[in-house]
């Protein structure tokens, strides 16, 4: 949420010193939530990131023929903020109970999460009903 707080301020210059105190204060925010990731640890719903989610269409905006290239620069960007937090973070939260339309995205998200962060593991809440595993690559 304070990611989204920070994206949308970077849109909006007008707001000058109002805007820039509340990007500060969102960044502030951030630092102080991984600080509580590291004296607390984390449950699994806490791994999801508000930009995977917004990736694997949870915003409706995204569509399966998001170029891999594209999946790829949003999590390397996820995985590397998180770098400092590794050894509390068990694994990747990436969707729960997702519709048929968007396994290819899912997959092109899986695929990145392989590349960035191989020793974790990715989750899906996937009834078996949905797919089978040759849709996930």
Same mark, same amino acid.
């Given at each position: =949420?304070?990611?989204?707080?920070?994206?949308?301020?970077?849109?909006?210059?007008?707001?000058?010193?109002?805007?820039?105190?509340?990007?500060? =204060?969102? *960044?502030?925010?951030?630092?102080?939530?991984?600080?509580?990731?590291?004296?607390?640890?984390?449950?699994?719903?806490?791994?999801?990131?508000?930009?995977?989610?917004?990736?694997?269409?949870?915003?409706?905006?995204? *569509?399966?023929?998001?170029?891999?290239?594209?999946?790829?620069?949003?999590?390397?960007?996820?995985?590397?903020?998180?770098?400092?937090?590794?050894?509390?973070?068990?694994?990747?939260?990436?969707?729960?109970?997702?519709?048929?339309?968007?396994?290819?995205?899912?997959?092109?998200?899986?695929?990145?999460?392989?590349?960035? *962060?191989?020793?974790?593991?990715?989750?899906?809440?996937?009834?078996?009903?949905?797919?089978?595993?040759?849709?996930?690559?």
């Amino acid at each position: =949420r304070f990611h989204l707080v920070i994206d949308a301020l970077k849109q909006l210059p007008q707001l000058g010193n109002r805007g820039a105190y509340l990007y500060q =204060r969102m *960044s502030d925010k951030l630092v102080e939530h991984k600080q509580y990731i590291r004296k607390y640890g984390m449950t699994c719903s806490s791994l999801m990131d508000t930009r995977i989610d917004n990736l694997a269409g949870h915003d409706r905006s995204v *569509s399966p023929d998001t170029p891999q290239e594209e999946v790829d620069r949003v999590v390397s960007e996820v995985v590397a903020e998180y770098a400092d937090y590794m050894d509390v973070i068990k694994g990747w939260w990436i969707q729960d109970e997702p519709i048929e339309a968007r396994f290819e995205i899912l997959s092109k998200i899986v695929k990145a999460f392989r590349k960035y *962060s191989p020793d974790k593991t990715t989750m899906i809440n996937l009834f078996p009903v949905y797919a089978d595993s040759s849709v996930f690559g």
